[in-house]
C-alpha cells in the first residue's frame, strides 16, 4: 500500500514488513539451510527463560536438512527481520503430531491389523527452543546474550558450521583439542567443529570429573598429545602428577587408533609426543639396595642415580616396550640435579631420581610437608632451626635425623655433654637413616663428618639438643613434633643421608633435590612432557599416601618457587600446566578428627596460594577426580573451567551445573562430556573426544573394544 504526500511516495507498513521478511530470507540463505520459521501461532516472549516455536514442513523434516529439528540440544539460529543480527537457539522440544487421526479423518488402528497411515504424518513438527545469543554477522563484535525480539515468520536455519563457531564462542585460537562439538544424543555437524580449550585458560585452573571409565584419563591424555603436536614457542610445558603410571606411557602409540569422526577430523595431525622425562621419588630402601650391588669404595651419588636409572626403566618401560635399556649416560648439573638420559623406541627418555633436602628449606616449607602440625609444634621448629643455625654460622639447617636425635634423647633426660648416653639414646633413630655399608655405628655417628656442617651427626645433635634445653619446651609440643618428623621421615624420601667414599676419603652426603630449572630445561629441548611418577615407589614397599602427598606437595611448592625467581627476574620462560589425577587424594575434603581437618585446612591454604600465584607466573593447574565431593572445596572455586563427564547428579551439586546440563549427565556415553567455561558464549556446550590417541592399558579396551 502507498501513500502520496507533498508529491513523494512514502511506503505503509505492509511494505517495509514485507521488505524486511524479504532480506531476511536472502541472508538466511547465505548463513544456512532455511528449515523452518518462527510460529504464527505461539507466544514469543525473549527472556532469561524465555522460548520460542518454531515450525518445520514435512518435506524439511523428513530430509537431511531436517537433521537439527529431529534431536534435542541441536544449535538452530534465527535471522531477525528487523536489525538483521542472528540469534542463536538450542533445541529443547519436539512436537510431533498425527493431526489426521487426531480431527477423527483415520479410524484409530487395529490391534487385530496394523496398517499405518503415512499421510498421517505429513504434518507440520513443532519446535520449541530456548534463546541463547544474538550477533550482527556483518561485523566484527562478538556474540552477546540475546536480548532483541523475535518476530513470527523469521527465518530458522541449520547454520553453517563456521557461524555456528562464532557464535558460540570456538575461537581459532592454540590450545589443547578436547574434541569436537556435540549434543548430548551425538556430534554436531558430523564432528566438523573442534573445540579447543586457548592456553590462557589452561592458566585459569580446571577441574575434570566423572565416574570411573567415563573417559577422564583417555581425555587429559588426547589432550597433552595435541598440545605436543602443535609445538610452538606458547606451548607449555605439562606436568603430570601420575598415581598409576597411566601417564609413562604417553609416547607409546596406541594399539589400535580410532576412525570415528573425531579422530578422523578433530584429532588428524596428533600423535604421540616423542620424548618423555620422569620424575620419580627413590626411597631410602632403594638406595640400600643399590649399596648391595657395590664395593664400598666405589659407592658415590652418581653410580647411585645410574643405578636407579637402570631400575626404573627395566621394572616401568621394558614392560611397555618390550626393549632393554640401551645408551644410559647419568650427568650431575651443578652438584644439584642428576639426570639420567637414555634411548627408548619411541625416542629419548630422560629419568630424573627425587628427594628433599630440607636443609635448605626454611621451616615454613618443612612444616607444609607436615599438614596438622600444631602452631606450638611449628614454632618450636622454626626457634630449633633458626638458632642451630645462628650458633653453627652456616646458611643450612640440621637434616631431620639430627633433629629427631635432639628430640629422642631431650624425651629420654640426657644432657648436652653426656656423650656416651648421647650416644645410646640417638643410635637408633639417627643410623638406620643412614645408608652405609660394612661401617660401624659409632664411626657412622662420631668419626664421619656430615658433608657441608664438617661435623658429626653427633655434634650437630648435641648443637640442637642444647637448643632444646634452652628452649624448655612443654611435654607435649616436643612429642608431637617429634611424631610428625617421625612420620616425615618413615616417608623415605626427606633427608636421604648416604655414606661415601669409605673408608679413604669417608663423608656423609645428603641427596639434593633436583632444580626445576634443570628439569623444565631438559623437557624443553626434547619437546617432551614430565611425569612425576608417584606409584613407582609404592611398588617399591611404600605403603600409604603420605609420600605420594608430600612429593607432590613439594614439588608444587617448588615448581612456584621456581616460576616467581624468573618472573622477579622478568625472564617468564614457557608456562607450565600441571595435571593432578586423582586430586583428591591430595586435596581431601575437611572430615575427620580435628588434627586431619587442620591438615586439610592448611593443604587449602597452600593450594589456594599456589593457585593464585601460579595463575600470574603463569602455572596453571589441571585437576581430575571422580569423586568431587570428597574434593576440597577450594579446588572447586579455583576452577574456572569444569568439564564434567558422566556422573551422578549428586556428585555435581556443588559444581553450579545448568539444570538441563545436570539432567543428562548420568546418561552421557564414554568421553562425551559439558564443558563449563566462561570462554564459551553460551555458558557450556557439549564434547565428544575419541579413543586413546597414546597408549592406555586399561583393561576395558582390550576385551570390549571401546
Same mark, same amino acid.
Not at 563427564?645 to 553450579?656: A, F, G, K, V
Given at each position: 500500500m502507498e501513500r502520496v504526500a507533498t508529491g513523494v511516495k512514502e511506503r505503509g507498513p505492509l511494505d517495509v514488513v514485507s521488505k524486511l521478511l524479504e532480506q531476511a530470507y536472502a541472508k538466511?540463505?547465505?548463513?544456512?539451510?532455511?528449515?523452518?520459521?518462527?510460529?504464527?501461532?505461539?507466544?514469543?516472549?525473549? !527472556?532469561?527463560?524465555?522460548?520460542?516455536?518454531?515450525?518445520?514442513?514435512?518435506?524439511?523434516?523428513?530430509?537431511?536438512?531436517?537433521?537439527?529439528?529431529?534431536?534435542?540440544?541441536?544449535?538452530?539460529?534465527?535471522?531477525?527481520?528487523? !536489525?538483521?543480527? #542472528?540469534?542463536?537457539?538450542?533445541?529443547v522440544a519436539i512436537e510431533r503430531r498425527d493431526e489426521l487421526a487426531l480431527i477423527g479423518v483415520e479410524p484409530p488402528l487395529s490391534s487385530y491389523e496394523f496398517k499405518p497411515e503415512p499421510s498421517g504424518l505429513l504434518t507440520t513438527t513443532r519446535v520449541r527452543a530456548k534463546v541463547l545469543l544474538e550477533l550482527d554477522p556483518e561485523s566484527d563484535s562478538e556474540p552477546v546474550p540475546a536480548t532483541i525480539g523475535l518476530e513470527p515468520q523469521s527465518p530458522v536455519i541449520d547454520p553453517k558450521p563456521e557461524l555456528l563457531s562464532r557464535l558460540l564462542g570456538l575461537r581459532d585460537e592454540r590450545g589443547p583439542i578436547i574434541g569436537s562439538l556435540a549434543t548430548p544424543s551425538g556430534l554436531v555437524k558430523d564432528g566438523v567443529l573442534t573445540v579447543r580449550l586457548p592456553y590462557r585458560v589452561l592458566l585459569q585452573h580446571i577441574l575434570i *570429573?566423572?565416574? $570411573?571409565?567415563? /573417559?577422564?584419563?583417555?581425555?587429559?591424555?588426547?589432550?597433552?598429545?595435541?598440545?605436543?603436536?602443535?609445538?610452538?614457542?606458547?606451548?607449555?610445558?605439562?606436568v603430570a602428577v601420575d598415581m598409576n603410571q597411566d601417564f609413562i606411557q604417553l609416547p607409546l602409540e596406541p594399539e589400535k587408533r580410532a576412525l570415528d569422526p573425531v579422530a578422523v577430523i578433530a584429532y588428524r595431525d596428533v600423535k604421540p609426543p616423542r620424548a618423555l622425562v620422569v620424575v620419580t621419588p627413590v626411597p631410602l630402601r632403594v638406595i640400600e639396595s643399590v649399596y648391595e650391588g657395590f664395593s664400598v669404595d666405589r659407592i658415590s651419588v652418581l653410580e647411585v642415580t645410574r643405578h636407579f636409572a637402570?631400575?626404573?626403566?627395566?621394572?616401568?618401560?621394558?614392560?611397555?616396550?618390550?626393549?632393554?635399556?640401551?645408551?644410559? $649416560?647419568? #650427568?650431575?648439573?651443578?652438584?644439584? !640435579?642428576? #639426570?639420567?638420559?637414555?634411548?627408548?623406541?619411541?625416542?629419548p627418555i630422560v629419568m630424573v631420581p627425587y628427594a628433599i633436602n630440607t636443609t635448605l628449606l626454611d621451616s615454613d616449607k618443612v612444616s607444609s610437608l607436615m599438614p596438622g602440625l600444631t602452631d606450638a609444634s611449628r614454632a618450636l621448629l622454626e626457634r630449633i632451626r633458626k638458632e642451630f643455625r645462628r650458633r653453627a654460622k652456616l646458611n643450612i639447617y640440621p637434616p631431620l635425623q639430627v633433629l629427631l636425635g635432639a628430640l629422642q634423647a631431650y624425651n629420654d633426660g640426657v644432657r648436652s655433654g653426656d656423650r656416651?648416653?648421647?650416644?645410646?639414646? *640417638?643410635?637408633?633413630?639417627?643410623?638406620?637413616?643412614?645408608?652405609?655399608?660394612?661401617? !660401624?655405628?659409632?664411626?657412622?655417628?662420631?668419626?664421619?663428618?656430615?658433608?657441608?656442617?664438617?661435623?658429626?651427626?653427633?655434634?650437630?645433635?648435641?648443637?640442637?639438643?642444647?637448643?632444646?634445653?634452652?628452649?624448655?619446651?612443654?611435654r607435649e609440643t616436643y612429642r608431637s613434633l617429634y611424631r610428625r618428623l617421625l612420620s616425615l621421615m618413615d616417608a623415605e624420601i626427606v633427608d636421604i643421608a648416604l655414606m661415601i667414599g669409605w673408608p679413604t676419603s669417608s663423608r656423609v652426603t645428603l641427596m639434593q633435590e633436583p632444580r626445576w630449572e634443570d628439569i623444565v630445561s631438559e623437557a624443553e629441548a626434547l619437546r617432551a612432557p614430565i611425569v612425576l611418577d608417584l606409584k613407582w615407589p609404592m611398588d617399591k614397599g611404600l605403603e600409604g599416601l603420605e609420600g605420594p602427598r608430600m612429593a607432590a606437595y613439594r614439588m608444587l611448592q617448588a615448581l612456584i618457587e621456581w616460576k616467581h625467581t624468573q618472573w622477579s627476574k622478568r625472564a617468564l620462560g614457557r608456562s607450565i600446566v600441571v595435571v593432578i589425577d586423582e586430586a583428591h587424594q591430595f586435596f581431601p575434603q575437611e572430615r575427620g578428627a580435628k588434627e586431619e581437618q587442620e591438615a586439610s585446612r592448611q593443604v587449602a591454604s597452600m593450594i589456594s596460594?599456589?593457585?593464585?600465584? /601460579?595463575?600470574?607466573?603463569?602455572?596453571?593447574?589441571?585437576?581430575?577426580?571422580?569423586?568431587?565431593?570428597?574434593?576440597?572445596?577450594?579446588?572447586?572455586?579455583?576452577?574456572? *573451567?569444569?568439564?564434567?563427564?558422566? *556422573?551422578?547428579?549428586?556428585? $555435581?551439586?556443588?559444581?553450579?551445573?545448568?539444570?538441563?546440563?545436570?539432567?543428562?549427565?548420568?546418561?552421557?556415553?564414554?568421553?562425551?562430556?559439558?564443558?563449563?567455561?566462561?570462554?564459551?558464549?553460551? /555458558?557450556?556446550?557439549?564434547?565428544q573426544t575419541t579413543t586413546p590417541l597414546t597408549a592406555h592399558y586399561d583393561i576395558s579396551y582390550q576385551l570390549f573394544g571401546y
Open positions: 538466511a540463505s547465505r548463513y544456512g539451510d532455511i528449515i523452518g520459521r518462527i510460529s504464527r501461532y505461539s507466544k514469543i516472549e525473549v !527472556s532469561e527463560e524465555g522460548l520460542v516455536e518454531f515450525e518445520v514442513e514435512p518435506e524439511v523434516y523428513y530430509s537431511g536438512k531436517g537433521k537439527v529439528a529431529q534431536r534435542i540440544g541441536e544449535y538452530v539460529a534465527v535471522v531477525e527481520p528487523k !536489525s538483521g543480527k #542472528i540469534v542463536l537457539l538450542r533445541v *570429573t566423572g565416574t $570411573t571409565g567415563s /573417559g577422564k584419563t583417555t581425555l587429559i591424555k588426547n589432550m597433552i598429545a595435541s598440545m605436543y603436536s602443535d609445538w610452538s614457542q606458547n606451548t607449555p610445558i605439562v637402570k631400575m626404573y626403566y627395566e621394572e616401568s618401560i621394558e614392560p611397555l616396550v618390550g626393549v632393554k635399556l640401551r645408551d644410559l $649416560t647419568c #650427568i650431575a648439573r651443578d652438584g644439584r !640435579s642428576v #639426570i639420567c638420559r637414555a634411548q627408548a623406541p619411541w625416542g656416651d648416653e648421647l650416644f645410646e639414646s *640417638t643410635r637408633e633413630i639417627v643410623i638406620p637413616r643412614v645408608v652405609a655399608k660394612g661401617v !660401624s655405628d659409632e664411626s657412622i655417628m662420631r668419626i664421619v663428618k656430615l658433608e657441608g656442617f664438617n661435623k658429626s651427626l653427633e655434634d650437630l645433635v648435641e648443637e640442637c639438643l642444647e637448643v632444646l634445653e634452652l628452649s624448655n619446651p612443654h596460594r599456589i593457585a593464585r600465584i /601460579g595463575r600470574a607466573r603463569g602455572v596453571g593447574l589441571i585437576f581430575s577426580t571422580h569423586s568431587p565431593k570428597d574434593l576440597h572445596d577450594i579446588i572447586v572455586q579455583l576452577a574456572n *573451567t569444569k568439564i564434567i563427564l558422566r *556422573t551422578e547428579p549428586q556428585h $555435581t551439586e556443588r559444581l553450579d551445573v545448568p539444570r538441563e546440563v545436570k539432567e543428562v549427565l548420568p546418561r552421557l556415553p564414554d568421553r562425551l562430556m559439558a564443558v563449563l567455561s566462561h570462554i564459551y558464549r553460551g /555458558g557450556y556446550v557439549f564434547v
